[in-house]
Nanobody
Framework: QVQLVESGGGLVQAGGSLRLSCAASGRSFGSYSMGWFRQAPGKEREFVAAITWSGGRPYYADSVKGRFTISRDNAKNTVYLQMNSLKPEDTAVYYC?????????????????WGQGTQVTVSS
């Protein structure tokens, strides 16, 4: 069992930055790849970014490439999402999740444990 707690969300103006954190507890965090997803009101949950267990290769949705950076600190059991140049369309609840085993990083069906989410609101 893995427990995930996101933090760092809030209200920011367009062009601003936020850094989300996801603290994990439970089983060995360093063995798992991690992902961030988001869900805006009335929309389906969508992939944002993922990072392998070693932190060696990140994956990003096209909509956030060049603006968002995913990273992890296995010593702190934490994964981060640095979000720069935020846009109103980035407004959503952001979730971190644990990716165990195979399956695409881009689909939420490949993720086994989820946090409760943190709200990000970008004003224009």
């Amino acid at each position: 069992q893995v427990q995930l707690v996101e933090s760092g969300g809030g209200l920011v103006q367009a062009g601003g930055s936020l850094r989300l954190s996801c603290a994990a507890s439970g089983r060995s965090f360093g063995s798992y790849s991690m992902g961030w997803f988001r869900q805006a009101p009335g929309k389906e949950r969508e992939f944002v970014a993922a990072i392998t267990w070693s932190g060696g290769r990140p994956y990003y949705a096209d909509s956030v490439k060049g603006r968002f950076t995913i990273s992890r600190d296995n010593a702190k059991n934490t994964v981060y999402l640095q979000m720069n140049s935020l846009k109103p369309e980035d407004t959503a609840v952001y979730y971190c999740a644990v990716h165990i085993g195979g399956g695409s990083f881009y689909t939420d069906r490949s993720y086994n444990y989820w946090g409760q989410g943190t709200q990000v609101t970008v004003s224009s």
